[in-house]
């Protein structure tokens, strides 16, 4: 029996960086893909194994699954908060996600392209499973149609409906350009404020920046409000330990996430290749009206 597991432990593992990048691209969240992905091997465990003929499909198959139940939870769960929101006069933009990126695959965010996540986030789950499987992983439709309960021909319809969605875009690869410079800006800040590099954090700013700073984050013994590039580098040098980049409504910013919970969220206007602009986000309110996405370094 301990063979087995050993066996099957190790035939899991070869096909765990495909399991973590299909579920990366179905959640968008790569804390949730951990999720799914762990959860794929409970149920391999759980498994007759020998019954199995093609692991690797099988395993592919149960984690869009999961990956499936989660995103139809998640819809659920926005449905709710918006129907409590339009109760109460407030619409939030969508609650955020729940997790930050694991450090040993830091660059998966950029890898599969800001945009295209940003678009993914707008088809339904079963139009969402269809495209990622089909287009990105070449998963056959006879294969994607019992995950979703829906014939070939159904299948084919809603990838061919995500795949028009995703190209009617307007400026999806300018979208996704920007992102990686803004990406690339405040990398280099985040580095110079890590290292103590006080002309690198110079570089990064323009000389008229201003740095906004919330209640929340002032009762912390912030300022409220400091300008002017030197003044503004000086409360950032040798900082910024323990903040991570994440898409912040839709631009690249940083968030201090401690066990994956943004609890300040520092959002950048960047103007010609300059941060023109800081506000340090701390209210828990103001957090929850946010999409933040963890990204990795």
Known sequence: ???????????????RAHLRAVAYRMLGSLSEADDAV??????????EADEIENL??????????????MLRKRAARREDSLS????SGTRPIISHDDGAAPEDQALLADAVGLALLVVLDTLNPAERLAFVLHDLFDVPFEEIAPIVGRT????????????????RTPHAEAENADL??????????????????????LAALDPDVVLRVDATVVGAGAAAEVRGADAVARQ??????????????????LAWAPGGQPRVIFDFTIKDGKIVAIEMVGDSTRLGEMTVRMLGE
């Open 84 to 87: 409590a929101a339009e109760e």
């Open 180 to 201: 990686s410079g803004q990406r690339t800006i405040i990398d280099a800040f985040l580095a110079a404020s890590r290292s103590g590099d006080f002309a690198g954090l």
């Open 152 to 167: 070939p021909t159904a299948v084919r319809q809603l990838a061919s409906r995500a795949r028009r969605r995703v190209r």
């Open 38 to 47: 762990q959860e794929s091997w409970l149920r391999l465990s759980r498994a």
């Open 56 to 69: 690797g499909g099988w395993l592919t198959t149960v984690v869009a699954r999961v990956c499936l139940d």
């Open 1 to 15: 029996m301990a063979n087995e597991h050993d066996w099957l432990a190790g035939q899991f593992e070869e096909n």
């Open 236 to 253: 950032f040098v040798g900082r910024a330990r323990a903040a991570q980049p994440a898409i912040i409504n839709g631009a690249v910013g």
